[in-house]
């Protein structure tokens, strides 16, 4: 079975970075469905991790910034790289501990879409920089005029 990601995919477009769920950021999920499943609930608990693990999507192409969550019900927001202003990393004490955190994409005209719990944030933004300066390189130049 296709990533969201993959499916999403245009004509000479393709992925440079994927960015995935923390395991450590879910790890309020997994302590506690450790400790509750001889009552059931924590299987509840473990299994809404794994989904919540499995069906956040995040990656960089030559064209955009692409983010999916969600099993059932999907959530996405697509950006094109040269329309994206910001690229924010928040990341508490345990994050830094942990290599995990919060990126926050900043569109020109849309929104802040923040994606929480990400594995190896800082690597994230670095290869969505290094993507986004290749294709404002790209892009043909604007007729200067006085």
């Not at 929104?111 to 929480?116: D, E, F, H, S």
Request: glycine letters at 10%.
């Amino acid at each position: 079975m296709s990533t969201y990601v993959e499916q999403a995919l245009t004509r000479g477009e393709s992925v440079l970075h994927l960015g995935r769920t923390s395991w450590w950021s879910l790890s309020g999920y997994l302590f506690f469905g450790a400790i509750l499943a001889p009552l059931g609930v924590g299987l509840v608990l473990l299994v809404m991790a794994w989904v919540k693990q499995r069906s956040t999507e995040l990656a960089v192409t030559n064209k955009r910034v692409i983010t999916k969550f969600g099993f059932i019900q999907r959530d996405t927001v697509e950006l094109n790289i040269q329309k994206v202003e910001s690229v924010q990393v928040q990341q508490g004490i345990l994050g830094r501990m942990l290599d995990f955190g919060t990126i926050v994409i900043a569109g020109g005209g849309n929104p802040q879409a923040p994606v929480p719990g990400i594995r190896d944030p800082m690597g994230f933004r670095r290869a969505f920089l290094e993507a986004q300066e290749i294709a404002l390189k790209d892009r043909p130049a604007m007729d200067a005029r006085p």
